[in-house]
C-alpha cells in the first residue's frame, strides 16, 4: 500500500493525516466537491433527481442521510464482500480504528492484493463510510490509519443489536 500524499494534509480533501473526525458532519466536511458528488450518488439511491449544484446542500444532503442509522446499514449491506468486510472489520476494532498494517495482516482480507485493499479503501472514503487519518495509539501513533467515526460506529452498532432482538428481549421475568 502507498503512503498518503503530505500534500494533501489538512487541504480539505478527505485525505489528510490528523486524527479522526469523531462525528460525521466533520468527516462530511473534509470531503472534496468530487467526492461529496459519489457520496450524494451513493446515499440517495432511491432518490429520484439531480446533484445540487452548490456545496453547501451538497453537504446538507449527504449529512441527512448518513445520520440514520438504518439508512447506513442497509446501504453497507448493499456493498460488494470485499468493501463489507474491510468495513466490517474496521467496525470490530478498538476505536473503529485499524493501522494500513493491521488491514493488510488480517486473515479475512488475505485473499486481496495490496491494490484491491488500496481500492476498497479508497471506495469507502470516498463514500463518507472510513476516513483516512493517524493513528491515534500509544504503539502506533502517527501512523496511516483508516477509521470509522465514533459516532457512526456507535450507532450501527446499536441499529445492529436493535436487529437481533428477539422475543426474548420483550419479555421479562414478571411475564
Request: glycine share 10%.
Amino acid at each position: 500500500m502507498t503512503p498518503s500524499d503530505p500534500s494533501t494534509v489538512g487541504n480539505g480533501s478527505g485525505r489528510g493525516n490528523g486524527h479522526a473526525a469523531r462525528c460525521v458532519s466533520d468527516l462530511v466536511g473534509t470531503l472534496s466537491r468530487s467526492d461529496l458528488s459519489e457520496a450524494w450518488r451513493f446515499w440517495a439511491d432511491d432518490q429520484p433527481g439531480k446533484i445540487p449544484s452548490t456545496l453547501k446542500r451538497l453537504r446538507a444532503d449527504v449529512l441527512g442521510w448518513i445520520v440514520e442509522p438504518a439508512r447506513v446499514l442497509g446501504r453497507i449491506e448493499n456493498l460488494g464482500r470485499r468493501d463489507q468486510t474491510l468495513h466490517n472489520l474496521l467496525l470490530s476494532a478498538p476505536r473503529f480504528e485499524l493501522t494500513v498494517g493491521q488491514i493488510v495482516a488480517a486473515k479475512d482480507l488475505a485473499y486481496l492484493s495490496s491494490y484491491e485493499l488500496e481500492a476498497s479503501l479508497e471506495l469507502l472514503r470516498r463514500r463518507a463510510l472510513v476516513q483516512e487519518c493517524a493513528s491515534r495509539r500509544v504503539s502506533t501513533d502517527g501512523v496511516r490509519s483508516f477509521a470509522i467515526c465514533q459516532d457512526m460506529g456507535n450507532a450501527l452498532l446499536g441499529e445492529r443489536r436493535a436487529r437481533r432482538r428477539g422475543i426474548f428481549d420483550a419479555l421479562t421475568l414478571r411475564g
